[in-house]
């Protein structure tokens, strides 16, 4: 990405609210001059000037305040211009232009993000976090978006670099010393000091996951047979008749997905059609994308009831690996079975009733609970880029115990150690490409 931060750049950061308030940003080496021109004056740092804002003939635009933040305290690191104006955003958009005729360009998508990295004044993960934080959708997604704002997830990381480096000059500097008769690489020290070190990982990849569900929200696909009440299920919880719900099996053909907030967390509920070998091209079409909906989700839900549930368990054999399992007994007003819920086989079991809604808040309990509720103030917010970094660092982590345990090949270690280390670094912006920068801040809304 190239370097413009030798230009001034400017944009509406903020339409105007319920108060008629809206903001444009300016940030680069002209604001001084174009602060002073607006005002008549040079502004006072830090200080709301009321100022009447004017175009080139002289006529009124606008009044409202202008604020001046010198280099570097700011929020990009550079000279800031805020002008607050009140009214329609057709008087902002003419301000917007005064200010370009003054000598600045439009900005680009999240470029005053950008510039505040470049610049030193947040990491990659902060920044994300300032577009996670806008995009919230849910209470506790607001809450964990400002924690990583505020560093805790980059501390965490930074602390785990720091171990990692520590690790990688003790293996480096036992391969320095080929010569001498004791082997470096069998200390028990560089043992211990790996497995430490996969230890902390572990935890941080545990948090990252549960950052991630609560910036993007729980990802339920509610799987079964044909007519074991999915979408009764999904309607109980939505709190209203979303899906289509007949005696007649193979009803749904699609995935309906419904976005709902427990108590403040996230949850994407996805109907899928009901598992099972058919004829019928459009219900095939309708499985197919329910084993699609699998792969993504966070939650496989298998709805079942008490007559077969053992044969409807062969449905989860085709869930990835780290999909949460639970498995509702649907019905029991039928069966006159009252709800409860047990943990086994790796599994959370619920007995409960769609169509009465009995058993169905221990249900909503063990979804909040995979969401991230009750977290605590510490949970900050991650991305799935954030999560697959991490997971690349596990297996260069386990790449490099394997060979420190069988082969003594401290060179083979010591390069895993160097992948696990970039990769880690890819999160905070240590370590990014262009290409990967561009893909963030040109998600990012203009004017952040």
């Known amino acids: 990405m190239s370097d413009h931060t030798t230009e001034t750049i400017a944009a509406i950061a903020s339409a105007p609210g319920a108060a008629g308030v809206g903001v444009v940003r300016v940030s680069g080496p002209l604001v001084p001059a174009i602060a002073q021109t607006l005002l008549g004056r040079l502004p006072q740092p830090r200080h709301a000037h009321f100022a009447a804002f004017r175009d080139t003939s002289g006529a009124l635009i606008d009044r409202g305040l202008l604020l001046h933040f010198p280099a570097p305290a700011s929020y990009t690191g550079e000279h800031v211009l805020e002008l607050q104006g009140h009214g329609s955003a057709v008087l902002l958009d003419l301000l917007l232009r005064r200010v370009c005729e003054l000598g600045a360009r439009l900005a680009r998508p999240g470029e005053f993000t950008e510039r505040a990295f470049l ?18 959708r849910s209470q506790a997604g607001a809450r964990a978006a400002l924690q990583s704002m505020e560093g805790v997830f980059s501390r965490k990381v930074e602390a785990l670099l720091q171990a990692l480096i520590a690790l990688r000059v003790h293996i480096e500097a036992a391969i320095d010393f080929p010569e001498e008769e004791i082997d470096f690489l069998a200390d028990l020290a560089i043992t211990r000091q790996l497995e430490a070190v996969r230890a902390e990982l572990a935890e941080l990849l545990h948090e990252a996951q549960r950052g991630l569900r609560l910036n993007d929200g729980l990802r339920v696909a509610i799987i079964g047979r044909p007519n074991a009440g999915k979408s009764s299920l999904l309607n109980a919880l939505a709190g209203s008749d979303r899906a289509i719900v007949t005696p007649i099996a193979g009803t749904t053909r699609d995935v309906l997905r419904e976005s709902l907030s427990l108590d403040g967390i996230a949850l994407e509920l996805a109907d899928t059609a009901g598992l099972r070998e058919t004829d019928d091209e459009v219900e095939r079409e309708g499985v197919r994308r329910a084993h699609g909906e699998l792969q993504r989700a966070d939650v496989a839900l298998l709805v079942t009831t008490q007559v077969g549930f053992a044969d409807d368990l062969a449905l989860f054999d085709t869930v990835p690996v780290g999909v949460e399992r639970i498995v509702v007994i649907n019905k029991i007003d039928l069966d006159r079975v009252p709800p409860h819920h047990k943990q086994c086989e ?11 809604g009995v058993g169905l808040d221990a249900l909503r309990d063990r979804l909040k609970q995979l969401a991230g509720a009750g977290s605590g103030e510490g949970a900050f917010s991650a991305r799935r880029r954030h999560v697959q970094a991490l997971e690349q660092v596990h297996a260069h982590l386990d790449h490099a115990a394997g060979v420190l345990a069988h082969s003594r090949a401290g060179e083979l270690a010591a390069e895993e150690l160097r992948h696990a280390q970039h990769a880690l670094g890819e999160i905070t912006g240590s370590y990014s490409s262009d290409d990967l920068l561009g893909a963030i801040f040109g998600s990012f809304c203009i004017g952040k």
Do not use: V
């Open 119 to 136: 610049n030193g004044k947040l990491d990659l993960a902060q920044a994300e976090a300032i577009a996670d934080l806008i995009a919230a």
């Open 346 to 356: 790796g599994m959370h079991w619920l007995w409960a009733s769609a169509k009465t």
